[in-house]
Nanobody
Framework: QLHLVESGGGLVQPGGSLRLSCAASGSTLDYYAIGWFRQAPGKEREGVSS????????RYADAVKGRFTISVDKAKNTVYLQMNSLQPEDTAVYYCAADRGTQATLIALVYDDWGQGTQVTVSA
């Protein structure tokens, strides 16, 4: 079981950037799918991006393609989500999650371990 801690959220103006971190402990990130999800007030949780730490394959939601980039640093046991060109509709609590396996997916039900979330607010 992985323990996940997100960080890097905050308040940013439209068009700005943030980098979220998901630090994992309890196991090395050798054969995991790590996903980033977000939930805005009054909305369902949605998948944003995911990565397979074994083969490097990534997935992105259409809403963030070309703006967000997911990456993994195995030496630091950390997954990052670089978010550029942020817009007010990106405002949400962002969670990272882990699934023991190699399939990067945006389906939340697949993931077993979840972090506590970090707030991202995009506002002028």
């Amino acid at each position: 079981q992985l323990h996940l801690v997100e960080s890097g959220g905050g308040l940013v103006q439209p068009g700005g950037s943030l980098r979220l971190s998901c630090a994992a402990s309890g196991s090395t990130l050798d054969y995991y799918a790590i996903g980033w999800f977000r939930q805005a007030p009054g909305k369902e949780r949605e998948g944003v991006s995911s990565i397979s730490t074994s083969n490097g394959l990534t997935r992105y939601a259409d809403a963030v393609k070309g703006r967000f980039t997911i990456s993994v640093d195995k030496a630091k046991n950390t997954v990052y989500l670089q978010m550029n060109s942020l817009q007010p509709e990106d405002t949400a609590v962002y969670y990272c999650a882990a699934d023991r396996g190699t399939q990067a997916t945006l389906i939340a039900l697949v993931y077993d371990d979840w972090g506590q979330g970090t707030q991202v607010t995009v506002s002028a």
